[in-house]
């Protein structure tokens, strides 16, 4: 089945190309079903390739997903053309009488200030506060995994030595989650950031499971009790040349990145990486839609005022 996004969003063609079932909004009215309505709260700077990741994702299931965009009103995005984010994107004032199936809060190149300091952190707050009454499940993104797991369960981040950049191993804990089903007892997942979370902290909050871990990323993926909240401390979502990008970014600024582990091969960054990590991706994101989403969400969305949170 497909997911339904706006008329003229640049990905249409992306995913077309890739064979990816999208249907635009012309052709989804003519459809007498309810499609999931999932909001994506996009951080990222550069909010078209982010987008494109994400719906690639959203495509590949058997549910019609309704998809729209929001961002930060409190934040200047900088590297999207603001046409793109007039037409396509809107502010949480326009929807926050609504109510969504999932919500997906993206990850954001901010970790390394204090989440006090990010200019949008206030609204963010607010929209996570919002999101507990009227959003069903909530997946959240590296650094917006952090920042949720900091508001929602005061879980700290702490900082690293040294930047996290790779391609890293992952072990499945709760082999037996929904989440992790269809996953190999090994799989492998992008990650790219300067902080983590202790895994003591996760133990010692009675809310919260651990689902995978890994040797070198530590804890990377956890889920609320309630599997209302899901956080994913890598990036599932990231393209083929995604980490190629970011570092040769931060080599023309100067900044002397170590080469991303497990990526290029043969370490060489003149080598094509090969793209080791789509299904396991593909799998946890029709995981969350399927298990945790359109198998649980009220057909009244307006209902989820009522549950318990």
Same mark, same amino acid.
């Given at each position: 089945?497909?997911?339904?996004?706006?008329?003229?969003?640049?990905?249409?063609?992306?995913?077309?190309?890739?064979?990816?079932?999208?249907?635009?909004?012309?052709?989804?009215?003519?459809?007498?079903?309810?499609?999931?309505?999932?909001?994506?709260?996009?951080? +990222?700077?550069?909010?078209?390739?982010?987008?494109?990741?994400?719906?690639?994702?959203?495509?590949?299931?058997?549910?019609?997903?309704?998809?729209?965009?929001?961002? +930060?009103?409190?934040?200047?995005? =900088?590297?999207?053309?603001?046409?793109?984010?007039?037409?396509?994107?809107?502010?949480?004032?326009?929807?926050?009488?609504?109510?969504?199936?999932?919500?997906?809060?993206?990850?954001?190149?901010?970790?390394?200030?204090?989440?006090?300091?990010?200019?949008?952190?206030?609204?963010?707050?607010?929209?996570?506060?919002?999101?507990?009454?009227?959003?069903?499940?909530?997946?959240?993104?590296?650094?917006?995994?952090? /920042? /949720?797991? *900091?508001?929602?369960?005061?879980?700290?981040?702490?900082?690293?030595?040294?930047?996290?950049?790779?391609?890293?191993?992952?072990?499945?804990?709760?082999?037996?989650?929904?989440?992790?089903?269809?996953?190999?007892?090994?799989?492998?997942?992008?990650?790219?950031? *300067?902080?983590?979370?202790?895994? /003591?902290?996760?133990?010692?909050?009675?809310?919260?499971?651990?689902?995978?871990?890994?040797?070198?990323?530590?804890?990377?993926?956890?889920?609320?009790?309630?599997?209302?909240?899901?956080?994913?401390?890598?990036?599932?979502?990231?393209?083929?040349?995604?980490?190629?990008?970011?570092?040769?970014?931060?080599?023309? =600024?100067?900044?002397?990145?170590?080469?991303?582990?497990?990526?290029?091969?043969?370490?060489?960054?003149?080598?094509?990486?090969?793209?080791?990590?789509?299904?396991?991706?593909?799998?946890?994101?029709?995981?969350?839609?399927?298990?945790?989403?359109?198998?649980?969400?009220? *057909?009244?969305?307006?209902?989820?005022?009522?549950?318990?949170?």
């Amino acid at each position: 089945m497909p997911i339904k996004i706006q008329d003229g969003l640049p990905a249409t063609k992306i995913l077309e190309a890739e064979n990816i079932f999208v249907m635009t909004s012309q052709r989804a009215v003519s459809q007498d079903i309810r499609p999931l309505k999932i909001i994506i709260l996009n951080l +990222m700077p550069t909010k078209i390739e982010t987008e494109t990741q994400l719906l690639r994702l959203l495509g590949n299931s058997p549910i019609q997903v309704d998809i729209e965009l929001l961002q +930060m009103e409190s934040h200047i995005s =900088k590297n999207t053309p603001t046409e793109h984010l007039t037409i396509f994107y809107k502010v949480f004032k326009e929807i926050e009488n609504n109510f969504y199936d999932g919500m997906i809060i993206t990850g954001a190149p901010v970790e390394q200030l204090e989440y006090e300091n990010v200019d949008y952190w206030e609204e963010l707050c607010k929209i996570m506060e919002w999101s507990k009454s009227h959003i069903y499940s909530t997946l959240h993104i590296c650094w917006g995994a952090q /920042a /949720a797991l *900091y508001y929602h369960y005061g879980i700290k981040k702490y900082r690293l030595d040294e930047k996290l950049s790779g391609i890293f191993r992952h072990r499945i804990i709760d082999i037996y989650h929904p989440l992790m089903r269809g996953l190999d007892d090994r799989f492998l997942m992008p990650h790219s950031r *300067y902080t983590g979370i202790h895994r /003591a902290d996760i133990l010692a909050c009675d809310k919260l499971n651990i689902l995978a871990t890994s040797r070198v990323a530590g804890v990377s993926i956890v889920a609320s009790k309630d599997n209302r909240q899901f956080f994913i401390l890598g990036h599932a979502e990231y393209d083929r040349n995604t980490l190629a990008i970011e570092y040769f970014r931060d080599v023309h =600024k100067g900044l002397k990145p170590a080469v991303p582990q497990n990526y290029f091969p043969g370490e060489d960054p003149a080598a094509l990486p090969p793209l080791t990590w789509r299904s396991h991706a593909t799998i946890l994101f029709t995981n969350w839609l399927n298990y945790f989403v359109y198998q649980n969400t009220p *057909y009244e969305l307006n209902n989820l005022a009522n549950l318990e949170n």
